[in-house]
């Protein structure tokens, strides 16, 4: 996976295994699917922000494989979506790189917060 050492590796599954779950409840779930887009940006949000926070070694990484933590899953989730017939073709492109940029500042924040806890700790 590129984006980032084996270490990595975990926020990519839990992102793809949060996103698979969405777009599979949201399938039987009309209340899930009407939420696809809040529920399916604030995941790579949330990875995004811990992988910043606890894994990022600089704020390139983080910027990089925060974008990659986003994407990819969100990739992997919508294309089954799509194949169901819950979303447009057209949310394939758009989904992915919304999270993308979702899980990008999320690790851009996660990195922030590491950086002022690192000062604080200091002072």
Excluded: E, N
Aim: net charge positive; aromatic share 8%.
């Amino acid at each position: 996976m590129s984006g980032g050492s084996t270490g990595t590796a975990k926020y990519y599954v839990i992102s793809t295994v949060l996103q698979l779950a969405m777009v599979i409840s949201g399938h039987f779930v009309p209340a899930i699917a009407a939420q696809f887009a809040t529920i399916g940006t604030a995941i790579p949000l949330v990875v995004g922000v811990w992988y910043g926070a606890a894994s990022a070694p600089s704020f390139g990484a983080a910027a990089g494989t925060g974008f990659l933590i986003g994407a990819i899953p969100a990739l992997i989730g919508v294309v089954p979506s799509y194949l169901m017939g819950d979303v447009t073709v057209g949310t394939i492109p758009f989904a992915t790189i919304v999270s993308g940029v979702t899980g990008l500042v999320g690790a851009l924040l996660g990195f922030a917060i590491k950086g002022r806890s690192r000062v604080s700790a200091v002072a």
